[in-house]
């Protein structure tokens, strides 16, 4: 673990609530601060998966997930002390509003993270319609934690010089930007949220431009954290003694790339490969992670690695599947476009629907064997999805939730998840494997590569 004298410097961007163009004040910070040559470490505060695929595509550098709930305080500071090595500059980018947490406590809030890690916070305030009242929101938030470091604002659609004027005379801390209303920049939206960094080519000159013309870039430059980088990293295995395949492409995309880095850290050699256009490579075990393979369910039902992976889960292969890979290991995908086959590894098949059928964190206690963790832990993680998963009569669950829905309810009105056949797991829980040790799946791959 990096032991750092002088923090590099950092921000994180937090809004009043969603939808005051948090994304747009990140994104192009982040071109900004890189169009002038400095190396940008991206992290996003919370469970998205889309928007640290844009950080990815503006910064060139993996955005990190920092999420008290999952990971813990301790692991919030251990992802963001790890990331910076190398970085000259860090930028966080906030979840709903800056006190929005688990349950209306602050569990998983943006103020949460800026407290674990001592970062400053400019809160991004959506100014149309607003002249001295914007006043009134600034000493409402400055004042409501004082655990939290307010250093300033950043005004979104602001509509003259006047009102700008206008809005400075009723804030008492520093304006660090003020952006005027502007439609260059929306994002296309879609049912589950905004599209991939990889799907849309962002104008990178724009997005600079914008923040170099209407923010305070160098002073922005001054700020730092001041998070604890005493926290030891737990030690890595000296040699790879496994390999295991991960299903990466446009039908799975969502990864928490701290969980990359546990496999890697465990022994893993990751060998990624597309389900759409790949044959399943010579691996020990599979990580097919969430997305859209409702979208490509046509290409999967034809490409040779469905019915590869299903061999493979027969032949006892330990399979580990999140929320989409759920999906692909069932049986079948039926959505309004028809009924598609998948992998068939788990019984079971997933209806589309046009209701968001569960979004939350979840707390899973696992109660039987399985390829991928040990009888008795507690997981967490997160779920949401446009589906649901219908199971036949003898399916075995091995997750019983504390927190969450789930694939189906038990009889005590509890969620179960954690479908299993031969060592093939699925599930709609998205784990962070700060929480949810892997050391099992991992050793099941290594007996596998033995045997």
């Known amino acids: 673990m990096p032991n750092h004298e002088s923090m590099i410097p950092a921000v994180l961007i937090a809004g009043t609530h969603s939808g005051v163009g948090k994304t747009t004040v990140t994104l192009g910070l982040m071109a900004a601060l890189r169009a002038r040559g400095l190396v940008v470490q991206p992290f996003k505060v919370g469970p998205d998966f889309i928007d640290p695929s844009h950080h990815a595509a503006v910064c060139g550098r993996p955005s990190r997930n920092l999420d008290p709930f999952m990971m813990g305080p301790d692991g919030v500071r251990r992802s963001f002390c790890s990331a910076i090595a190398g970085a000259d500059v860090a930028v966080v980018e906030g979840a709903m509003g800056l006190f929005d947490g688990l349950d209306a406590t602050e569990v998983g809030s943006s103020a949460q993270v800026a407290k674990a890690l001592g970062i400053p916070v400019l809160l991004v305030i959506n100014a149309h319609g607003m002249s001295r009242s914007v006043g009134a929101v600034e000493a409402g938030f400055s004042g409501f934690d004082p655990g939290v470091r307010l250093a300033g604002t950043i005004l979104n659609r602001v509509g003259s010089e006047r009102h700008l004027s206008m809005l400075k005379n009723s804030l008492r801390l520093p304006v660090f930007g003020a952006l005027p209303r502007t439609k260059d920049i929306e994002m296309q939206s879609r049912h589950l949220g905004l599209v ?54 446009e039908a799975f995309c969502f990864y928490y790339y701290d969980n990359l880095r546990e496999l890697e850290r465990g022994g893993a050699e990751l060998v990624y490969f597309s389900p759409l256009r790949d044959d399943l490579p010579e691996v020990d075990g599979l990580y097919i992670g969430g997305g859209y393979p409702e979208l490509h369910a046509a290409e999967l039902e034809a490409a040779p690695a469905r019915n590869q992976i299903k061999k493979a889960s027969e032949d006892g292969m330990p399979i580990y599947g999140e929320c989409g890979g759920l999906m692909y290991l069932g049986e079948r995908i039926e959505a309004e476009e028809g009924s598609r086959r998948m992998v068939g590894a788990l019984p079971g098949t997933t209806i589309m629907t046009k209701k968001i059928q569960a979004l939350g964190y979840v707390e899973a206690e696992v109660t039987g064997q399985n390829s991928f963790a040990m009888p008795g832990r507690v997981l967490r993680g997160h779920e949401f999805h446009y589906s649901r998963f219908d199971c ?57 590569r033995r045997g």
């Open 392 to 448: 036949d009569r003898d399916a075995t669950f091995v997750y019983r939730l504390r927190r969450g829905k789930g694939i189906e309810r038990g009889q005590g009105g509890e969620g179960l998840d954690g479908l299993v056949e031969h060592n093939t797991l699925g599930g709609y829980l998205h784990a962070h494997f700060y929480t949810s040790p892997i050391e099992r799946f991992i050793e099941g791959c290594r007996i596998r």
């Open 196 to 249: 991939m960094g990889f799907e849309r080519e962002h104008d990178l000159n724009s997005l600079a431009s914008l923040l170099e013309s209407h923010a305070a870039i160098d002073e922005i430059l001054a700020l730092r954290a001041a998070p604890s980088c005493q926290i030891t990293e737990p030690e890595a295995r000296a040699e790879k003694s496994v390999q295991i395949g991960v299903a990466l492409d």
